[in-house]
């Protein structure tokens, strides 16, 4: 029912309810059986056990453990512990991850109220919030939180603040008059009180209207509980990965197996001897290695002001080509900042921003100005911080504002001219005060001076002080307000209005000694004006370079907000984003509209206003049917669905409320949309540090597996043993894989254009490298083999050391090359001193397996003598520098 069209005796009939008596106790009793408690509902829970399995469903995971059962069918049992310790590893990391990230729900809870007034059987009397029905008449006071959603009955003054349900930079003013606006967003309903807000000023009595999972707070944690996490584009390129190789195995074994029977061996040696090469195409440590990668990165961007909730989010990042960001508080500051002001027809501004009382103040021309010259300017201001409850509050280096954000604008505007509210309170006794009100639009004050004088100080709605001013005041002296003073006024306002400046008006009047006026109508009467202060939630600075740098990057930036059009535009017009051809949409054409339909129009729109959670939602699902990486950032608890929902959810730390933080993957310590410019750099250069160990681990196993398979085509001993080749996989492979996501990222990082989510793990020539490198690896190896076992046939084993060390040394020198997409020469190979030491200590771990006594016999291995090293490290230096010589040759042309 669309109760904010009702008026309250319409409601009370609608509900069944009495506003003279409240229900009875056993009314209520029976309206609980009907609607239920008062409380949002959980979905259902995953056990703990359940979650932990869910962590081997990855198809990569599952092919380990294919490999795991092959190890332990041919016996080598330690390949198979070492292989189910990294998948068991790697279980416990992503467990403990997502058992952390699951809480968005009790979150919520707890911006329910523990108790709340209700009227029953005529009486008031406290309840706890999860026993309110539809019908209870509730009443509330400053500081309450509203237990469930109201339809307001009466209010005095009453003002609620909404931003974490609706995006609002400032409480809003409540009424209980009827709503004729149609399809109202929730910003628009001013005769509704809904459940999780806090009342900031004044006392109201409303009648509940929904309860539990029917509020707006309910419809939002169904919409969190209901929206799909997105898959990560490295999960599912991971995923291909893992198809490409298992099908690789597979054919491998086939290969072997037809290759060693039509050279007349046995069908089962044959079956184990394919079996165990496929063993060796697949990387075991490849998991390990993103999962510390990542972490690392993590790490990186801890540093840069972003904790990263969900690992995958981290690469996810890199290839965002949409940003979608919620205004308040992420784009602005969330403080309310006077930054034009206007009196006798002049305007001047200030600089400055947020509540740090320092700026300074320039007339029209941006002259500087001594604001001692200007008495109407120190008037206005000072009157403007007289007639005020805030105060700033100095919290561990940060100024804190204590009161309603339009009184503290005023307050600092004038700590900006250099006035203190302590001293003003010694020139200035308050007689008495008339609070403001939300019929009136004003408050007043009355004063008297050390002189003793008296005055009547006013502050409210321009518009509406216009109508209770007689005179204005112009160059110092009073004029009429009549004719040209009122249009001068009235033009004033539209001016700063269309700069989305909020407007406050200040006027004051002359009293005679000694009287004392004891009502507001008396008071706001023949008051003269003296101007207007226009202030607004002002961007962040570092915010437009962010955007821009965002733009050359190939990322669109879209702010989503709840806050008005006029507001929205002229926010954005100042941070770029609303280029020349881009669009604003409100949220009743949104509304209108279904997500296939704003699927044809959403790549042209930059600014969405007026917006619910709904809208939020379908827009990240419009964005991201068009095919994009969709990030979406936000504070409040109105963005938690579509964060949930995004390719990357981003909450802010400082400002934002614990649902968002739940549902997000990043979460921005310092609440600044230009730290997501350096997460985005981070998750860019992380990706690409994948692919780095990805080209090399699978260009190691290539040569591993051709080694193997030349060998085998040519009627050899195989070169090298299981678990040699476990060896070079999980321990040689390990450290330098590891040490390349380290790499620092290239210059150019952000001026590529994002990559195509659907673009493959062997994109951009990765297959080619990884098959050539892997080819030349693979055959430095097997020359190295032969020349040592045709001249000692009876010692096949040294001949399998001298191939193990020389496939070991080829991969340690080939890292090298994968540090760039050109060539080894075109990085300073110090340029990453972890990869040289991660090399240095894969070196000595092979020398360690080799010339260690205790472990020669567990890795099949001989002392090497110092002669086959020159043949070995001749023979691995030439897969990475006949590659580099080919491209000098072709740079040099």
Same mark, same amino acid.
């Given at each position: 029912?669309?109760?904010?069209?009702?008026?309250?005796?319409?409601?009370?009939?609608?509900?069944?309810?009495?506003?003279?008596?409240?229900?009875?106790?056993?009314?209520?009793?029976?309206?609980?059986?009907?609607?239920?408690?008062?409380?949002?509902?959980?979905?259902?829970?995953?056990?703990?056990?359940?979650?932990?399995?869910?962590?081997?469903?990855?198809?990569?995971?599952?092919?380990?453990?294919?490999?795991?059962?092959?190890?332990?069918?041919?016996?080598?049992?330690?390949?198979?512990?070492?292989?189910?310790?990294?998948?068991i590893?790697?279980g416990?990391?992503?467990?403990?991850?997502?058992?952390?990230?699951?809480?968005?729900?009790?979150?919520?809870?707890?911006?329910?109220?523990?108790?709340?007034?209700?009227?029953?059987?005529? =009486? /008031?009397?406290?309840?706890?919030?999860?026993?309110a029905?539809?019908?209870?008449?509730?009443?509330?006071?400053?500081?309450?939180?509203?237990?469930?959603?109201?339809?307001?009955?009466?209010?005095?003054?009453?003002?609620?603040?909404?931003?974490?349900?609706?995006?609002?930079?400032?409480?809003?003013?409540?009424?209980?008059?009827?709503?004729?606006?149609?399809?109202?967003?929730?910003?628009?309903?001013?005769?509704?009180?809904?459940?999780?807000?806090?009342?900031?000023?004044g006392?109201?009595? $409303?009648t509940?209207?929904?309860?539990?999972?029917?509020?707006?707070?309910?419809?939002?944690?169904?919409?969190?509980?209901?929206?799909?996490?997105?898959?990560?584009?490295?999960?599912?390129?991971?995923?291909?990965?893992?198809?490409?190789?298992?099908?690789?195995?597979?054919?491998?074994?086939?290969?072997?197996?037809?290759?060693?029977?039509?050279?007349?061996?046995?069908?089962?040696?044959?079956?184990?001897?394919?079996?165990?090469?496929?063993?060796?195409?697949?990387?075991?440590?490849?998991?390990?290695?993103?999962?510390?990668?990542?972490?690392?990165?993590?790490?990186?961007?801890?540093?840069?002001?972003?904790?990263?909730?969900?690992?995958?989010?981290?690469?996810?990042?890199?290839?965002?080509?949409?940003?979608?960001?919620?205004?308040? $508080?992420?784009?602005?500051?969330?403080?309310?900042?006077?930054?034009?002001? /206007?009196?006798?027809?002049?305007?001047?501004?200030?600089?400055?921003?947020?509540?740090?009382?320092?700026?300074?103040?320039?007339?029209?021309?941006?002259?500087?100005?001594?604001?001692k010259?200007?008495?109407?300017?120190q008037?206005?201001?000072?009157?403007?911080?007289?007639?005020?409850?805030?105060?700033?509050?100095?919290?561990?280096?940060?100024?804190?504002?204590?009161?309603?954000?339009?009184?503290?604008?005023?307050?600092?505007?004038?700590?900006?001219?250099?006035?203190?509210?302590?001293?003003?309170?010694?020139?200035?006794?308050?007689?008495?005060?008339?609070?403001?009100?939300s019929?009136?639009?004003?408050?007043?004050?009355?004063?008297?001076?050390?002189?003793?004088?008296?005055?009547?100080?006013?502050? $409210?709605?321009?518009?509406?002080?216009?109508?209770?001013?007689?005179?204005?005041?112009?160059d110092?002296?009073?004029?009429?307000?009549?004719?040209?003073? =009122?249009?001068?006024?009235?033009?004033?306002?539209?001016?700063?209005?269309?700069?989305?400046?909020?407007?406050?008006?200040?006027?004051?009047k002359?009293?005679?000694?000694?009287?004392?006026?004891l009502?507001?109508q008396?008071?706001? =009467?023949?008051?003269?004006?003296?101007g207007?202060?226009?202030?607004?939630?002002p961007?962040?600075?570092?915010?437009?370079?962010?955007?821009?740098?965002?733009?050359?990057?190939?990322?669109?930036?879209?702010?989503?907000?709840?806050?008005?059009?006029?507001?929205?535009?002229?926010?954005?017009?100042?941070?770029?984003?609303?280029?020349?051809?881009?669009?604003?949409?409100?949220?009743?054409?949104?509304?209108?509209?279904?997500v296939?339909?704003?699927?044809?129009?959403?790549?042209?729109?930059?600014?969405?206003?007026?917006?619910?959670?709904?809208?939020?939602?379908?827009?990240?699902?419009?964005?991201?049917?068009?095919?994009?990486?969709?990030?979406?950032?936000?504070?409040?608890?109105?963005?938690?669905?579509?964060?949930?929902?995004?390719?990357?959810?981003v909450?802010?730390?400082?400002?934002?409320?614990?649902?968002?933080?739940?549902?997000?993957?990043?979460?921005?310590l310092?609440?600044?949309?230009?730290?997501?410019?350096?997460?985005?750099?981070?998750?860019?250069n992380?990706?690409?540090?994948?692919?780095?160990?990805?080209?090399?681990?699978?260009?190691?196993?290539?040569?591993?597996?051709?080694?193997?398979?030349?060998?085998?085509?040519?009627?050899?001993?195989?070169?090298?043993?299981?678990?040699?080749?476990? /060896?070079?996989?999980?321990?040689?492979?390990?450290?330098?894989?590891?040490?390349?996501?380290?790499?620092?990222?290239?210059?150019?990082?952000?001026?590529?254009?994002?990559?195509?989510?659907?673009?493959?793990?062997?994109?951009?020539?990765?297959g /080619?490298?990884?098959?050539?490198?892997?080819?030349?690896?693979?055959?430095?190896?097997?020359?190295?083999?032969?020349?040592?076992?045709?001249?000692?046939?009876?010692?096949?084993?040294?001949?399998?050391?001298?191939?193990?060390?020389?496939?070991?040394?080829?991969?340690?020198?080939?890292?090298?090359?994968?540090?760039?997409?050109?060539?080894?020469?075109?990085?300073?190979?110090?340029?990453?001193?972890?990869?040289v030491w991660?090399?240095?200590?894969?070196?000595?771990?092979?020398l360690?397996?080799?010339?260690?006594?205790?472990?020669?016999?567990?890795?099949?291995?001989?002392?090497?003598?110092?002669?086959?090293?020159?043949?070995?490290l001749?023979?691995?230096?030439?897969?990475?520098?006949?590659?580099?010589?080919?491209?000098?040759?072709?740079k040099?042309?």
């Amino acid at each position: 029912m669309k109760f904010h069209e009702m008026n309250v005796s319409e409601v009370e009939k609608a509900l069944n309810t009495d506003y003279s008596s409240g229900l009875s106790m056993q009314e209520a009793e029976k309206r609980v059986e009907v609607h239920g408690f008062n409380e949002l509902e959980e979905g259902e829970k995953q056990s703990a056990i359940i979650l932990f399995l869910s962590q081997f469903k990855d198809f990569m995971v599952l092919v380990l453990l294919a490999a795991t059962l092959v190890s332990g069918l041919l016996g080598e049992y330690i390949d198979a512990i070492a292989i189910i310790a990294i998948v068991i590893i790697n279980g416990f990391l992503g467990f403990f991850q997502e058992r952390k990230a699951e809480k968005s729900l009790q979150a919520l809870k707890e911006l329910s109220a523990p108790q709340i007034q209700v009227f029953r059987d005529g =009486k /008031w009397i406290k309840i706890p919030s999860r026993e309110a029905v539809p019908g209870d008449i509730v009443r509330f006071a400053s500081g309450d939180r509203i237990g469930a959603d109201l339809r307001l009955i009466d209010c005095k003054s009453l003002e609620i603040e909404e931003s974490a349900l609706t995006g609002e930079s400032v409480p809003v003013t409540k009424d209980n008059g009827v709503l004729t606006t149609p399809n109202p967003g929730l910003g628009d309903m001013e005769n509704i009180a809904f459940m999780g807000t806090m009342v900031t000023r004044g006392t109201g009595v $409303g009648t509940v209207i929904a309860t539990g999972m029917k509020t707006a707070m309910g419809q939002i944690a169904d919409l969190l509980q209901n929206a799909e996490a997105a898959e990560t584009p490295l999960q599912r390129r991971l995923e291909q990965l893992g198809r490409i190789l298992i099908t690789v195995a597979l054919l491998l074994t086939v290969l072997v197996v037809g290759i060693g029977v039509l050279q007349g061996h046995e069908l089962y040696e044959m079956f184990l001897a394919g079996v165990s090469l496929a063993v060796a195409a697949i990387p075991e440590g490849l998991p390990a290695i993103v999962t510390v990668a990542l972490s690392l990165g993590v790490q990186k961007m801890i540093r840069s002001n972003a904790i990263v909730r969900k690992l995958p989010a981290v690469e996810t990042l890199g290839c965002a080509s949409v940003i979608c960001s919620d205004k308040t $508080g992420t784009m602005t500051q969330n403080k309310m900042t006077v930054t034009h002001l /206007w009196s006798g027809g002049r305007t001047w501004t200030v600089d400055g921003t947020g509540y740090q009382p320092e700026g300074r103040f320039f007339a029209e021309t941006r002259q500087p100005i001594d604001i001692k010259h200007e008495k109407p300017l120190q008037q206005m201001l000072m009157f403007g911080m007289l007639c005020n409850h805030s105060d700033l509050v100095y919290r561990e280096k940060e100024i804190v504002l204590d009161g309603d954000p339009t009184e503290g604008a005023l307050l600092v505007s004038a700590m900006k001219a250099g006035y203190d509210r302590k001293k003003l309170l010694e020139e200035f006794q308050i007689l008495n005060e008339f609070p403001f009100d939300s019929n009136r639009k004003m408050m007043s004050i009355a004063v008297k001076d050390k002189q003793g004088r008296s005055f009547i100080v006013t502050k $409210g709605a321009p518009d509406v002080l216009v109508g209770v001013s007689s005179g204005i005041l112009v160059d110092g002296r009073v004029q009429s307000m009549a004719g040209k003073g =009122k249009t001068d006024v009235l033009g004033a306002v539209e001016t700063l209005a269309s700069q989305a400046l909020r407007t406050i008006a200040v006027a004051y009047k002359p009293i005679t000694p000694g009287r004392v006026i004891l009502s507001e109508q008396e008071a706001e =009467k023949d008051l003269i004006f003296i101007g207007i202060q226009g202030m607004i939630d002002p961007p962040r600075p570092e915010v437009k370079d962010a955007v821009r740098e965002c733009r050359e990057a190939g990322i669109k930036t879209v702010m989503i907000t709840g806050d008005h059009v006029i507001t929205a535009k002229a926010i954005a017009a100042q941070l770029g984003i609303l280029e020349r051809n881009s669009k604003v949409m409100d949220g009743n054409t949104l509304s209108g509209l279904t997500v296939d339909e704003l699927e044809e129009v959403v790549e042209d729109v930059s600014v969405f206003a007026r917006v619910s959670p709904e809208h939020k939602l379908k827009i990240v699902k419009a964005l991201q049917n068009r095919g994009h990486i969709v990030a979406m950032t936000g504070d409040g608890v109105n963005d938690a669905p579509a964060i949930k929902a995004a390719d990357i959810g981003v909450a802010m730390g400082i400002s934002g409320t614990d649902v968002a933080k739940e549902a997000s993957a990043l979460v921005l310590l310092d609440d600044n949309f230009a730290t997501i410019k350096a997460a985005i750099k981070e998750g860019r250069n992380i990706y690409e540090n994948i692919r780095k160990f990805i080209r090399y681990l699978l260009a190691s196993n290539v040569g591993e597996i051709l080694v193997m398979l030349f060998a085998m085509i040519m009627a050899l001993p195989l070169p090298l043993v299981p678990i040699q080749i476990l /060896w070079v996989n999980l321990v040689t492979d390990g450290l330098p894989a590891m040490a390349l996501g380290l790499d620092q990222p290239e210059e150019n990082v952000m001026k590529r254009k994002p990559r195509s989510p659907k673009e493959g793990v062997f994109a951009r020539g990765l297959g /080619w490298k990884v098959v050539s490198r892997g080819f030349l690896i693979g055959l430095i190896t097997l020359i190295a083999f032969i020349v040592v076992y045709k001249n000692n046939p009876d010692r096949l084993a040294y001949a399998q050391t001298v191939a193990f060390a020389t496939l070991v040394m080829a991969q340690l020198i080939h890292v090298f090359d994968c540090r760039s997409e050109i060539s080894v020469l075109s990085r300073n190979p110090f340029g990453n001193m972890y990869l040289v030491w991660a090399v240095i200590s894969s070196a000595i771990l092979m020398l360690v397996v080799i010339y260690y006594p205790p472990f020669q016999p567990i890795f099949h291995t001989l002392p090497i003598e110092a002669r086959d090293w020159l043949l070995i490290l001749g023979l691995s230096a030439i897969p990475t520098f006949l590659l580099a010589g080919t491209f000098l040759a072709r740079k040099t042309k």
